[in-house]
């Protein structure tokens, strides 16, 4: 990794850190509860707004448009042009049925 500092001491890196945000990420034939990864001090649309084509997802758990599991995973790319809304999961509103818990 490496590290540059300018004249005034602050320094650039090639890391990007990011924060979690859990949210419900819906496309046309799946919605996708899990953590979006956004840049510190950013919005989910600031996020989606960058020319990255593909959303970082951690944790995420796939369900069906009736509300059925599908699939569970730990790592997923969403390709952002199939995102039709992402709604933040501050209050955990999912799909799960009452008491089940992510793993």
Do not use: W
């Amino acid at each position: 990794m490496s590290i540059r500092y300018n004249d005034r001491g602050k320094f650039f890196t090639n890391v990007i850190t990011k924060e979690t945000v859990p949210a419900i990420m819906q496309t046309l034939v799946t919605s996708v509860q899990g953590d979006l990864h956004v840049r510190v001090n950013e919005r989910v649309k600031d996020e989606l707004n960058r020319g990255e084509q593909f959303l970082a997802v951690t944790n995420a758990v796939i369900y069906d448009l009736k509300g059925q599991r599908l699939y569970e995973t730990n790592f997923m790319l969403i390709n952002r042009d199939h995102v039709v809304c992402i709604i933040p999961d501050d209050e955990n509103t999912t799909y799960r049925q009452q008491g089940e818990k992510r793993t």
